[in-house]
């Protein structure tokens, strides 16, 4: 259900923001499309000397690419793929320099976990990785809503997006850890100043697939609907997003509203969230689209949609060194990156 307190990408007029106080989305223009020959790729970062790694759910296995041409780094063990678990998301210390640590989250035979490891470079560039450590463990899995974003935020803190795990009393209860955003110190403990004195930061989530803070520091989170309602948010300490009680932006109190709603599924299924410029860009799963979303303050203008149907599924979205961004597609067999020109 929506309320002019939201922009609706589709099938009605968008709402109430102004295109003349917000930003206006510059086209994105596709420099170079990578034939990696990559299967389920569904995250990926750039080290410092501007290597991207790319996870792979379904083969537990990192990916290099390097001038173009990609390389396994190695196989993460312990990840048990099933639906829509495996090797997820990946993070980079914000200390990378020194402690060469990478981040991912990856589902095994027992829970959703995040771990982490060393990357480390060899004589002539070559990397190599270190066994993994685990750092935070018993997130509910599933064979759905799995969530799995992972990413550190401006204060230096981990913030994990979670799903409900199937399980969809657990997005109401501030002592689960389904259906949430989670906010982690990067020894796995929780952060100091969580609302619930614990490691949860945000919950009544149904299933968390992107992550990105705007200009100003303010989190914002991607997620997926049932089969109405997908999601953009704007992300408060503390603050009830709804799921299973409501979706979308019915302006019922005690739960927060969405800032967009796509009333259909089939127009986005929004995945991997990069914001740079003050535009959102949400990659579309079902919706086989690129998202643009201007953003102003603590509202959301008009999503402007990009590469409908052009390139299939698109399931991250990422900022590159030099201010391109890479789209990861999936389900191409094999699955290829998208470069696009930089935008600012």
Known sequence: ??????????????????????????????????????????????LPDGTAVISERGTALLKTVRDGRAATLGKVPGVAPAGEGGLLGLALSPQFDADHYLYAYLTTQDDNRVVRFTVDAGAGGSLSMGLPQTVFSGIPKAGTHNGGRIRFGPDGFLYVGTGDAQRREQAQDPTALGGKILRLRADGSPA???????????????????????????????EFGPDVDDELNLILPGANYGWPEVTGAPHRAGFQDAKVVWPSTRDSSPSGLEITGGIAYLGALRGERLWAVPLQAEEAGTPVAYFTGEYG??????????????????????????VLRPLH
């Open 313 to 338: 599924r698109i399931r991250d979205v990422i900022r590159a060194p030099g201010g391109s961004l890479w789209l990861l597609t999936n389900g191409e067999n094999p699955d290829f990156a998208l």
């Open 192 to 222: 100091p100043g969580n609302p619930f004195g614990n490691a949860v930061y945000s919950l009544g989530h149904r299933n968390v697939q992107g992550l990105a803070w705007d200009d100003t520091g303010r989190l914002w989170a991607s």
């Open 1 to 46: 259900m929506t309320t002019p307190g939201a922009a609706v990408a589709s099938p009605a007029p968008p709402a109430t923001q102004s295109a003349a106080t917000s930003p206006v989305p510059a086209a994105p223009v596709v420099q170079e499309r990578l034939e990696l020959q990559l299967d389920t790729p569904w995250a990926a970062v750039f």
